[in-house]
């Protein structure tokens, strides 16, 4: 492999090295100066090394890949799924760090006076980039956030007991952020660096989260849905006209099928025409994360895909696999038989064979419920089983990439109800002709609805109904097990009574042997009453099932979740910060 630095390692090395003490130690020399000191911000080296320290801001490993809402299911239930969040003594994600690194930059005098405004404003482009993307995580984990745009001196107390400002407030300040960063930052493209469509993509994102917010959420009364849709759309369409990125249709990866290399490769390079920004990891120089060891091992949770996320996947002509009379009560083989393929690069299915060197080799492999909880076996990410052991993983990993900004314009449009067969021709039809499926056919959407999409999302309503719950469906698809986004979705959504459902997984007919792929060979046996003896299958107690000596798996059976529609789409503040700042407030109902 050639050998990368994970990039915000490499960086926050470089900023270490250019100050000649750790960044902690820089501070600490100026900690509340209201002008940056006068030795440094002087040379473009400076500002490129003291903003390099900001990449560390990003996801990391299990940030990214880990998801926590209902498309992945677990052998345990996280608080936010089960409904049992406790208001925290001190934490919860109300920490300003970050945030007083980035203004310390931004307010410097010696940065607001360097001499090559270009330069300058480059800088300051990136800095109000991880200060848009700072406030966005407080905004949709909290609401209504102080704003900050300076950093604050020990006795400033006004500051230090400043109230929440209006979510408007912060979400307006997050846009003048962002457009300054669009206007400023490079254009050249890199799957390592921030720059112009790294901005764009996350304004996409952004916009798209805060109108269906404020669509959805009515119970805020937050005037200003159109207004976002239309700048997603608007920063969409921007990067979708003049970026040059485009949907990676290789074939020459370890599988040959571009979905499944788009993440099963160890570098992004071979894909980095979708790649708006990476993170990057490296054996070399020992920068690893546990990706593998998460999806193969039985003491990670045992991670698989939920029932109804597999029910979600279309049939290879586009038809709807719930409109299968008998779809219920299907077997694992005929269930996964002429899907869409995403299904087959996302969970192990017949004819499975995992990636060895450069490419797939060696015996097929049937869904293992010693790794899965499910039985819908994860293999989105893998590559070769060296990689399995724990900390091993060196893939780089996704942050931003085409496919999302496509899906972002297509919600938006049709949210606003200005879709048109053209802009899902230059949206959606990109991600299905990857991997060979239907386009999506307004018309046809709209006069058809599907009915098991629409008990899933009860909020969706009017003429555009139909497509927007297929948009719905394949940004489920396409975006699984990436970014954490479907709790966000969700969430913004207001469709969290989702995570309250059980979650289930494939279907037994009764006790007895299974071959799951078909293959000659047994792999799980359904029994009842007490344990049989091990005959080198993995078993499983009709107990486990939902109809009594059959049915579905059912994990986690004996939590009760529940999801309170009144408080739980935003987390509580800290104990510790109400009592300090008596001017903060709890959020709605989790006094």
Sequence with gaps: MKKYLNIYTCLLLLFLTSLGACKKDFLERYPTAKTSPQTFFKTENDLKSYTNYFYTFFPDGAEIYNETADNIVLSSVAREIAGTRLIPASGGGWDWGNLRDINFFITSENVKNYPNAAIRDKYLGLARFFRANF????????????????????????????????????????????????????????????????????????????????????????????????????????????????????????????????????????????????????????????????????????????????????????????????YETMEFYDEVQNRDPRLAQTIRTPGYKRITGNAESGQQLAPSFDATVTGYQLIKWMNDPSLDMSGQSIQDLLLFRYGEVLLNYAEAKAELGTLTQDDIDRSIKLLRDRVGMPNLIIATANSNPDPYQAALYPNVTGVNKGVILEIRRERRVELVMEENFRWDDLMRWKEGHLLADPFRGMYFPGTGFFDLDKNGTNDVEVYAGSKPPSTGVYQIPVSDLSQGTKGLIVTNRNIVKTFNENRDYLWPLPIEDLTMNPNLTQNPYWE
């Design 135 to 326: 406030y966005f995580e407080k905004v949709k984990r909290f609401g209504d956030v102080p704003w900050y745009n300076i950093v604050i001196e020990t006795n400033d107390e006004a500051s230090l007991k400043k109230p929440r400002d209006p979510r408007t407030l912060v979400m307006d300040s997050i846009l003048a952020d962002i457009d300054f960063a669009i206007a400023h930052l490079n254009t050249d493209k890199s799957v390592e660096r921030v720059t112009k469509w790294t901005a764009l993509a996350l304004k996409s994102r952004i916009c798209l989260y805060e109108g269906t917010w404020r669509k959805y959420h009515t119970e805020f009364n937050l005037a200003g849905a159109e207004r976002f849709l239309s700048e997603c759309v608007s920063a969409s369409n921007e990067l979708m006209t003049s970026s040059g990125y485009t949907v990676y249709r290789g074939t020459n990866g370890p599988t040959g099928r571009p979905y499944q290399d788009l993440f099963d490769q160890l570098t992004l390079d071979p894909v980095a025409a979708e790649v708006i920004l990476g993170r990057r990891y490296s054996a070399e120089l020992n920068l690893k994360h546990g990706l593998q060891f998460y999806l193969t091992s039985r003491t990670q949770g045992k991670p698989g895909l939920e029932k109804r996320l597999v029910n979600s996947y279309l049939m290879r002509d586009g038809s709807r696999f719930t409109d299968i009379a008998n």
